[in-house]
């Protein structure tokens, strides 16, 4: 365990796992705020947090929980998240973060490719209705005892945990677990805690990566832990910050550089259960929040709400912008109507847990928009040519690499996407096309991979081609992004639909429906009698989105 503390700041905490962290803060700083659900009336301090996840944690450890068990958590930010991802860190368990809009075969894939034992869930959220979908592909469960469950789909998932004020049948109630902490001792957690390393897999971020269905990264405590700690340090924070998070705590956004980099400064989370741009802004009024996190769309929807409300944000100093690419006109009156004089503009992965570069919140505003900033301390960055590996001279173009602490564990169970990512001498080939100044700036110039990113969203185009190849008019269909004002990208498929056939884009999307994710359901269609293509054949999506543009 490393701290680092001097007599102008307080103590800060990196090189410690996860569960110790949380332990470390209830020693250190007991009666400060650390989690608050102003909504709900919830407020803890770090001594309370520390209890309750130790008492969860030995309540799964009573249901049989084991370490390096995946356990795959679906839910909003619900204020069971946090003391969850501690308790099951504590325990060694591998918290796997489940998007919230995944529909069932997307959530089957999950929980099979995962070799997922435990799934904690919730009744659903907005129109997805979790609990249907997991009937679907676990019909068994209504007939299980619980805890017991034996799927023919899903043959590693073992039990479900529910949290809600129902008791489904065959599910095991998450209330329960305090009473069944009582059957585990204080000892037996601690001898849990101590069979820990910090690069052992503590969690699983699915992401789609370049192309296909999404793969599972794995990520240690030194991963996150330390890559929160940077990401914390550039934004100045102690012990008397307040970070209001937006953002989901599914993505690395929210549970690393949200929850992570907030603690490892004993900073106050105050998280919303899911983005409401009026109730983000009330937030940071009443608990005087001096950070704030969102994608573009976040911050221009609080600024909508500014146009019509008014609201004290004197509180505000920083925060993060991340995501996607965040337009200087939105910075500026960020800055301006929001009092985020020291906004910044991070950049990542998820295979890097996720920040490899960030703005420092000093810089000028040109600078904080037209660069991903500098790298963070203890990180390497080169630009290589994609096809050579030969790395570029400053100022031009190549595909960006980083290694480091930061760099993911790897694929579960795909050693061949693992070794395509991460190369001999430890480099991760990110897919993104940047340059790299003399004085260390990196602009993001492109992306060599084809990955749409909708509003912070990783979506994989090749996932809903599959999907739309099913379709009974369509011969053939290529997706591909095109920017939107809103999202900064958003989803479009050009079609090619069999002879004789007609299809209109609403038919299309309606089939789409409840198949996948809404937001990767392309909002644009072009009906098209050819795709332009390569001379050895292969489909030039850039052509596709010219083509596009000047339709429009």
């Known amino acids: 365990m490393t701290a680092t503390e001097s007599p102008e700041r307080p103590r800060a905490y990196r090189d410690v796992s996860v569960g110790e962290l949380l332990a470390l803060l209830a020693r250190d700083y007991p009666n400060n705020d650390a989690l608050i659900y102003r909504d709900a009336g919830l407020r803890y301090n770090f001594s309370q947090l520390e209890w309750l996840a130790r008492q969860i944690a030995r309540g799964l450890m009573c249901v049989g929980v084991e370490k390096n068990d995946r356990v795959a958590l679906w839910a909003p930010n619900i204020p069971e998240w946090a003391p969850l991802q501690f308790a099951l860190a504590k325990i060694g368990a591998i918290l796997v973060t489940v998007n919230t809009a995944l529909r069932a075969a997307e959530i089957e894939y999950l929980l099979e490719q995962s070799e997922t034992s435990t799934l904690i869930t919730v009744r659903g959220f907005r129109d997805n209705d979790y609990l249907d979908a997991i009937n679907q592909i676990a019909p068994e469960i209504a007939s299980a005892t619980e805890g017991e469950l034996k799927s023919s789909r899903l043959p590693f998932l073992r039990r479900v945990i529910y949290i809600g004020e129902d008791h489904p049948a065959g599910t095991i109630k998450y209330d329960s677990l305090l009473a069944l ?40 405590s030194r991963n996150i832990v330390n890559n929160g700690y940077w990401l914390a340090e550039g934004l100045g924070y102690t012990h008397r910050d307040k970070v209001c998070v937006p953002v989901p705590f599914f993505h690395c956004f929210g549970c690393v550089i949200g929850v992570l980099g907030a603690y490892t400064h004993a900073a106050a989370l105050v998280p919303l259960e899911w983005y409401d741009p009026l109730k983000v802004l009330q937030c940071v009024e009443a608990e005087r929040c001096t950070s704030l996190y969102g994608v573009p769309t976040m911050f221009l929807g609080e600024l909508e709400q500014l146009d019509y409300h008014s609201f004290d944000l004197s509180s505000l100093r920083t925060g993060v912008m991340a995501g996607a690419l965040c337009p200087e006109p939105l910075m500026r009156r960020a800055m301006e109507k929001m009092n985020l004089t020291e906004l910044t503009i991070a950049y990542g992965l998820t295979e890097a847990s996720p920040g490899i570069t960030m703005t420092p919140r000093t810089d000028t505003i040109e600078l904080r928009t037209q660069t991903v900033g500098r790298v963070l301390p203890e990180v390497e960055v080169k630009i290589v040519d994609p096809f050579t590996g030969d790395e570029r001279p400053h100022g031009e173009s190549g595909e960006l690499c980083c290694r480091g602490y930061n760099v993911m564990r790897g694929y579960y169970n795909n050693p061949q996407a693992t070794a395509e990512a991460i190369d001999k001498e430890g480099w991760l080939h990110t897919g993104d096309q940047a340059s790299l100044d003399s004085s260390g700036y990196v602009r993001i110039t492109g992306r060599i991979k084809e990955l749409i990113i909708r509003g912070g969203e990783n979506i994989a185009p090749k996932e809903i081609e599959d999907l739309l190849r099913t379709h009974p008019k369509i011969a053939d269909v290529y997706v591909y992004g095109v920017p939107d004002e809103k999202f900064g990208e958003d989803v479009a498929a050009a079609v090619r639909l069999n002879a004789g056939e007609t299809a209109a884009a609403d038919e299309i999307r309606a089939f789409c429906e409840g198949k996948i994710a809404r937001f990767k359901i392309p909002r644009q269609f072009r009906f098209v009698e050819s795709f332009p293509m390569t001379a050895s054949g292969k489909v030039q999506k850039f052509k596709l989105r010219e083509m596009h543009a000047k339709e429009e």
Do not use: H, W
């Open 181 to 220: 902490s009582e059957q585990v001792t204080d000892a037996q957690l601690d001898e849990r805690m101590a069979d820990q390393g910090l690069d052992d897999v503590i969690n699983m971020q699915y992401t789609s990566g370049t192309t296909g269905f999404p793969k599972g990264v794995m990520l240690s």
